[in-house]
């Protein structure tokens, strides 16, 4: 298994370091950090326009269609919410199932038609991927370090956290391969922030330590036990609702109770100008200063005794959460040496006292920039990666991703390219035929969204599987990859327990050489290659909904007046009709246009075909 490093401009094998860059891609701010060539050490890069490091994780779309990244857009927020996007760290690999709580908080509107599939956020008239929008904020930290370094940077490592799962994890680097990234790594945000303060570059170093990261809108604790340089995660817990954002919120009601203004009262850049000043006014009560501020001609104030009782009940909150994590972890409290402490609400004096008493016998690590570390330690990273730290030795990894061909012809990987081995990862998946007895698994090699232009390494077909209907089955597919790169690939129908298994070397016969140039082509042909998956995403959900429409109507046709049954044939056609012109904003328009019209009929009638919660990928 090799170590591949390619030359974007040239095209060619690359024998001179390349500069490999860190990426924080932060739900409330992002960060990108480099090892300083003289002085060894990392340091976080500014923006392109301004002195800040710190790019909020912003995303304004403008009428042509261009966008603008972090301080700018976020003053957009208060004229534009409906253009404006942030917290799309929350929705990326995520289906529109897995966000429906809280999407009403968002001023942006979150399209909600099939509920297993990717979540989409319209803008205008067009629709994003929160991958295309996260791409956004990748491609504004790489052009900050490009004007920074003055070289092209095309390698990154990016930060997730600890608990995201494998399709969280794949959206991140399908960012980073959009955003012209190549991305060598996924590294979990707890890792990188304890090698930002040297914890597991000795490779004799053995400890237990814990990570406490309280950010804009969300808490993360992670308990981590080092050895030989391997960081494993024993145990996370959290509150992905829990945060800065909560802190200003509590200032904000106490504001509108004390200067007695109504909260309906306000427009909309009202409640977005209030939030910004109770952060204003938070930042500089955690600094040493009362604060003193007007808000619609009244006055408001702000203390640290009266913040500190405004935000008690949420800083017990992570405490508790602390201890189940100790508790899940079976390390004792006592064992844990150290206490990394991480993003910028950490600034918070009484979240320092609280997790200072907590961890009475841990060194509390605060020294470094709570805004910066991980940015810091992904850099770190970076650099261990390009090959820098002769000291610290990579183990093999995967050449090229791994995965199988799901409807359409995309390739939906199951193992990234860049794992270390042996690794084993499982997805499930289900059949998009009623009755589908068999079920044929095509595995591939390659970083394209196409299987056609990536490598077919094996062909299987799962036999006897019971007849259902379409969507029913869940038939797990497992790849494990030992440690001399034999792929087994195991397929299962869960719910009948039939079985098969296969085996598959992907690393035969392909050179070096040929590994670069499909790295090559997938960074080039990246945009394409999205809008291909895009498009034929929207087209399987179209077929579904159709489908699933006309059972509907099937089965309630008695109770349906003439008129509405006219007017859903009407919509089904238009959708028809878009699919044939293969146009993805038109297709999406009249998926709209079609569960808008349908489900209040559904709801009434409390039919679940149309939004049926139990369906996977499916294969074909
Ligand atoms: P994330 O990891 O969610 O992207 P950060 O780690 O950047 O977020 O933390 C952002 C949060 O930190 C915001 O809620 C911000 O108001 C808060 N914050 C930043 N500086 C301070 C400060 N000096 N005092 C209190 N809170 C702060
Ligand atoms: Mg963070």
Redesign the pocket.
Known sequence: MAKISINLNTGTVDDKKDVVVGI?L?????LVAVIDPDSKEPRAISQSDNKNV?TP?VIYAQADHTFIVGEQAKRMLTKHPEKTVYSVKRLLGKSYNDVAEYTSEFGFKIIDEDTESLVKIRLGDRFYSPIELSAEILKELKASAEKELNQKVTKAVITVPAYFNDSQRQATRDAGKLAGLEVLRIVNEPTAASLAYGIGLDKSQQKVVAVY?L????FDISILRIEDGIFEVLATNGNTFL???D??RAIVNYWLNTAAIDADSLSASEVQEIRLLA?TA??QV??GSAFVGNFVGKEVTLDLDVFDTLISDKVDETIRCCSNALKDSKVAIEDIEEVVM????T??PLVIDRVTKFFSSSNIDSSLN??EI?ALGAAIEADILAGNRRDLLLLDVTPLSLGIETLGGLMDVIIPRNSRVPFKAGRNYTTSIDGQVNLKISVFQGERDKVSENRKLAEFVLTNIPAMPAGFPKIEIAFILDADGILKVRAKELRSGVEQTIDVKPQYGLTDDEVEKRLLDSLTNAQKDLDYRVLHEAINESEYLIKSTLKFVENHKESLEESVLKEIDTLIKSLETSIDAKNKEQIQLSQDALNDFTKPYAEQMMDVTISDALRGKSIE
């Not at 950010?215 to 969300?218: A, I, R, V």
């Not at 991480?342 to 609400?345: D, F, N, T």
């Open positions: 924080d932060g739900t409330t701010n992002s710190i994780s990261d950010g804009g809108g969300t945060g800065g954002d802190f200003d952060e938070k930042k955690c600094n991480v993003g910028g609400s600034r918070v709570p805004d991980v």
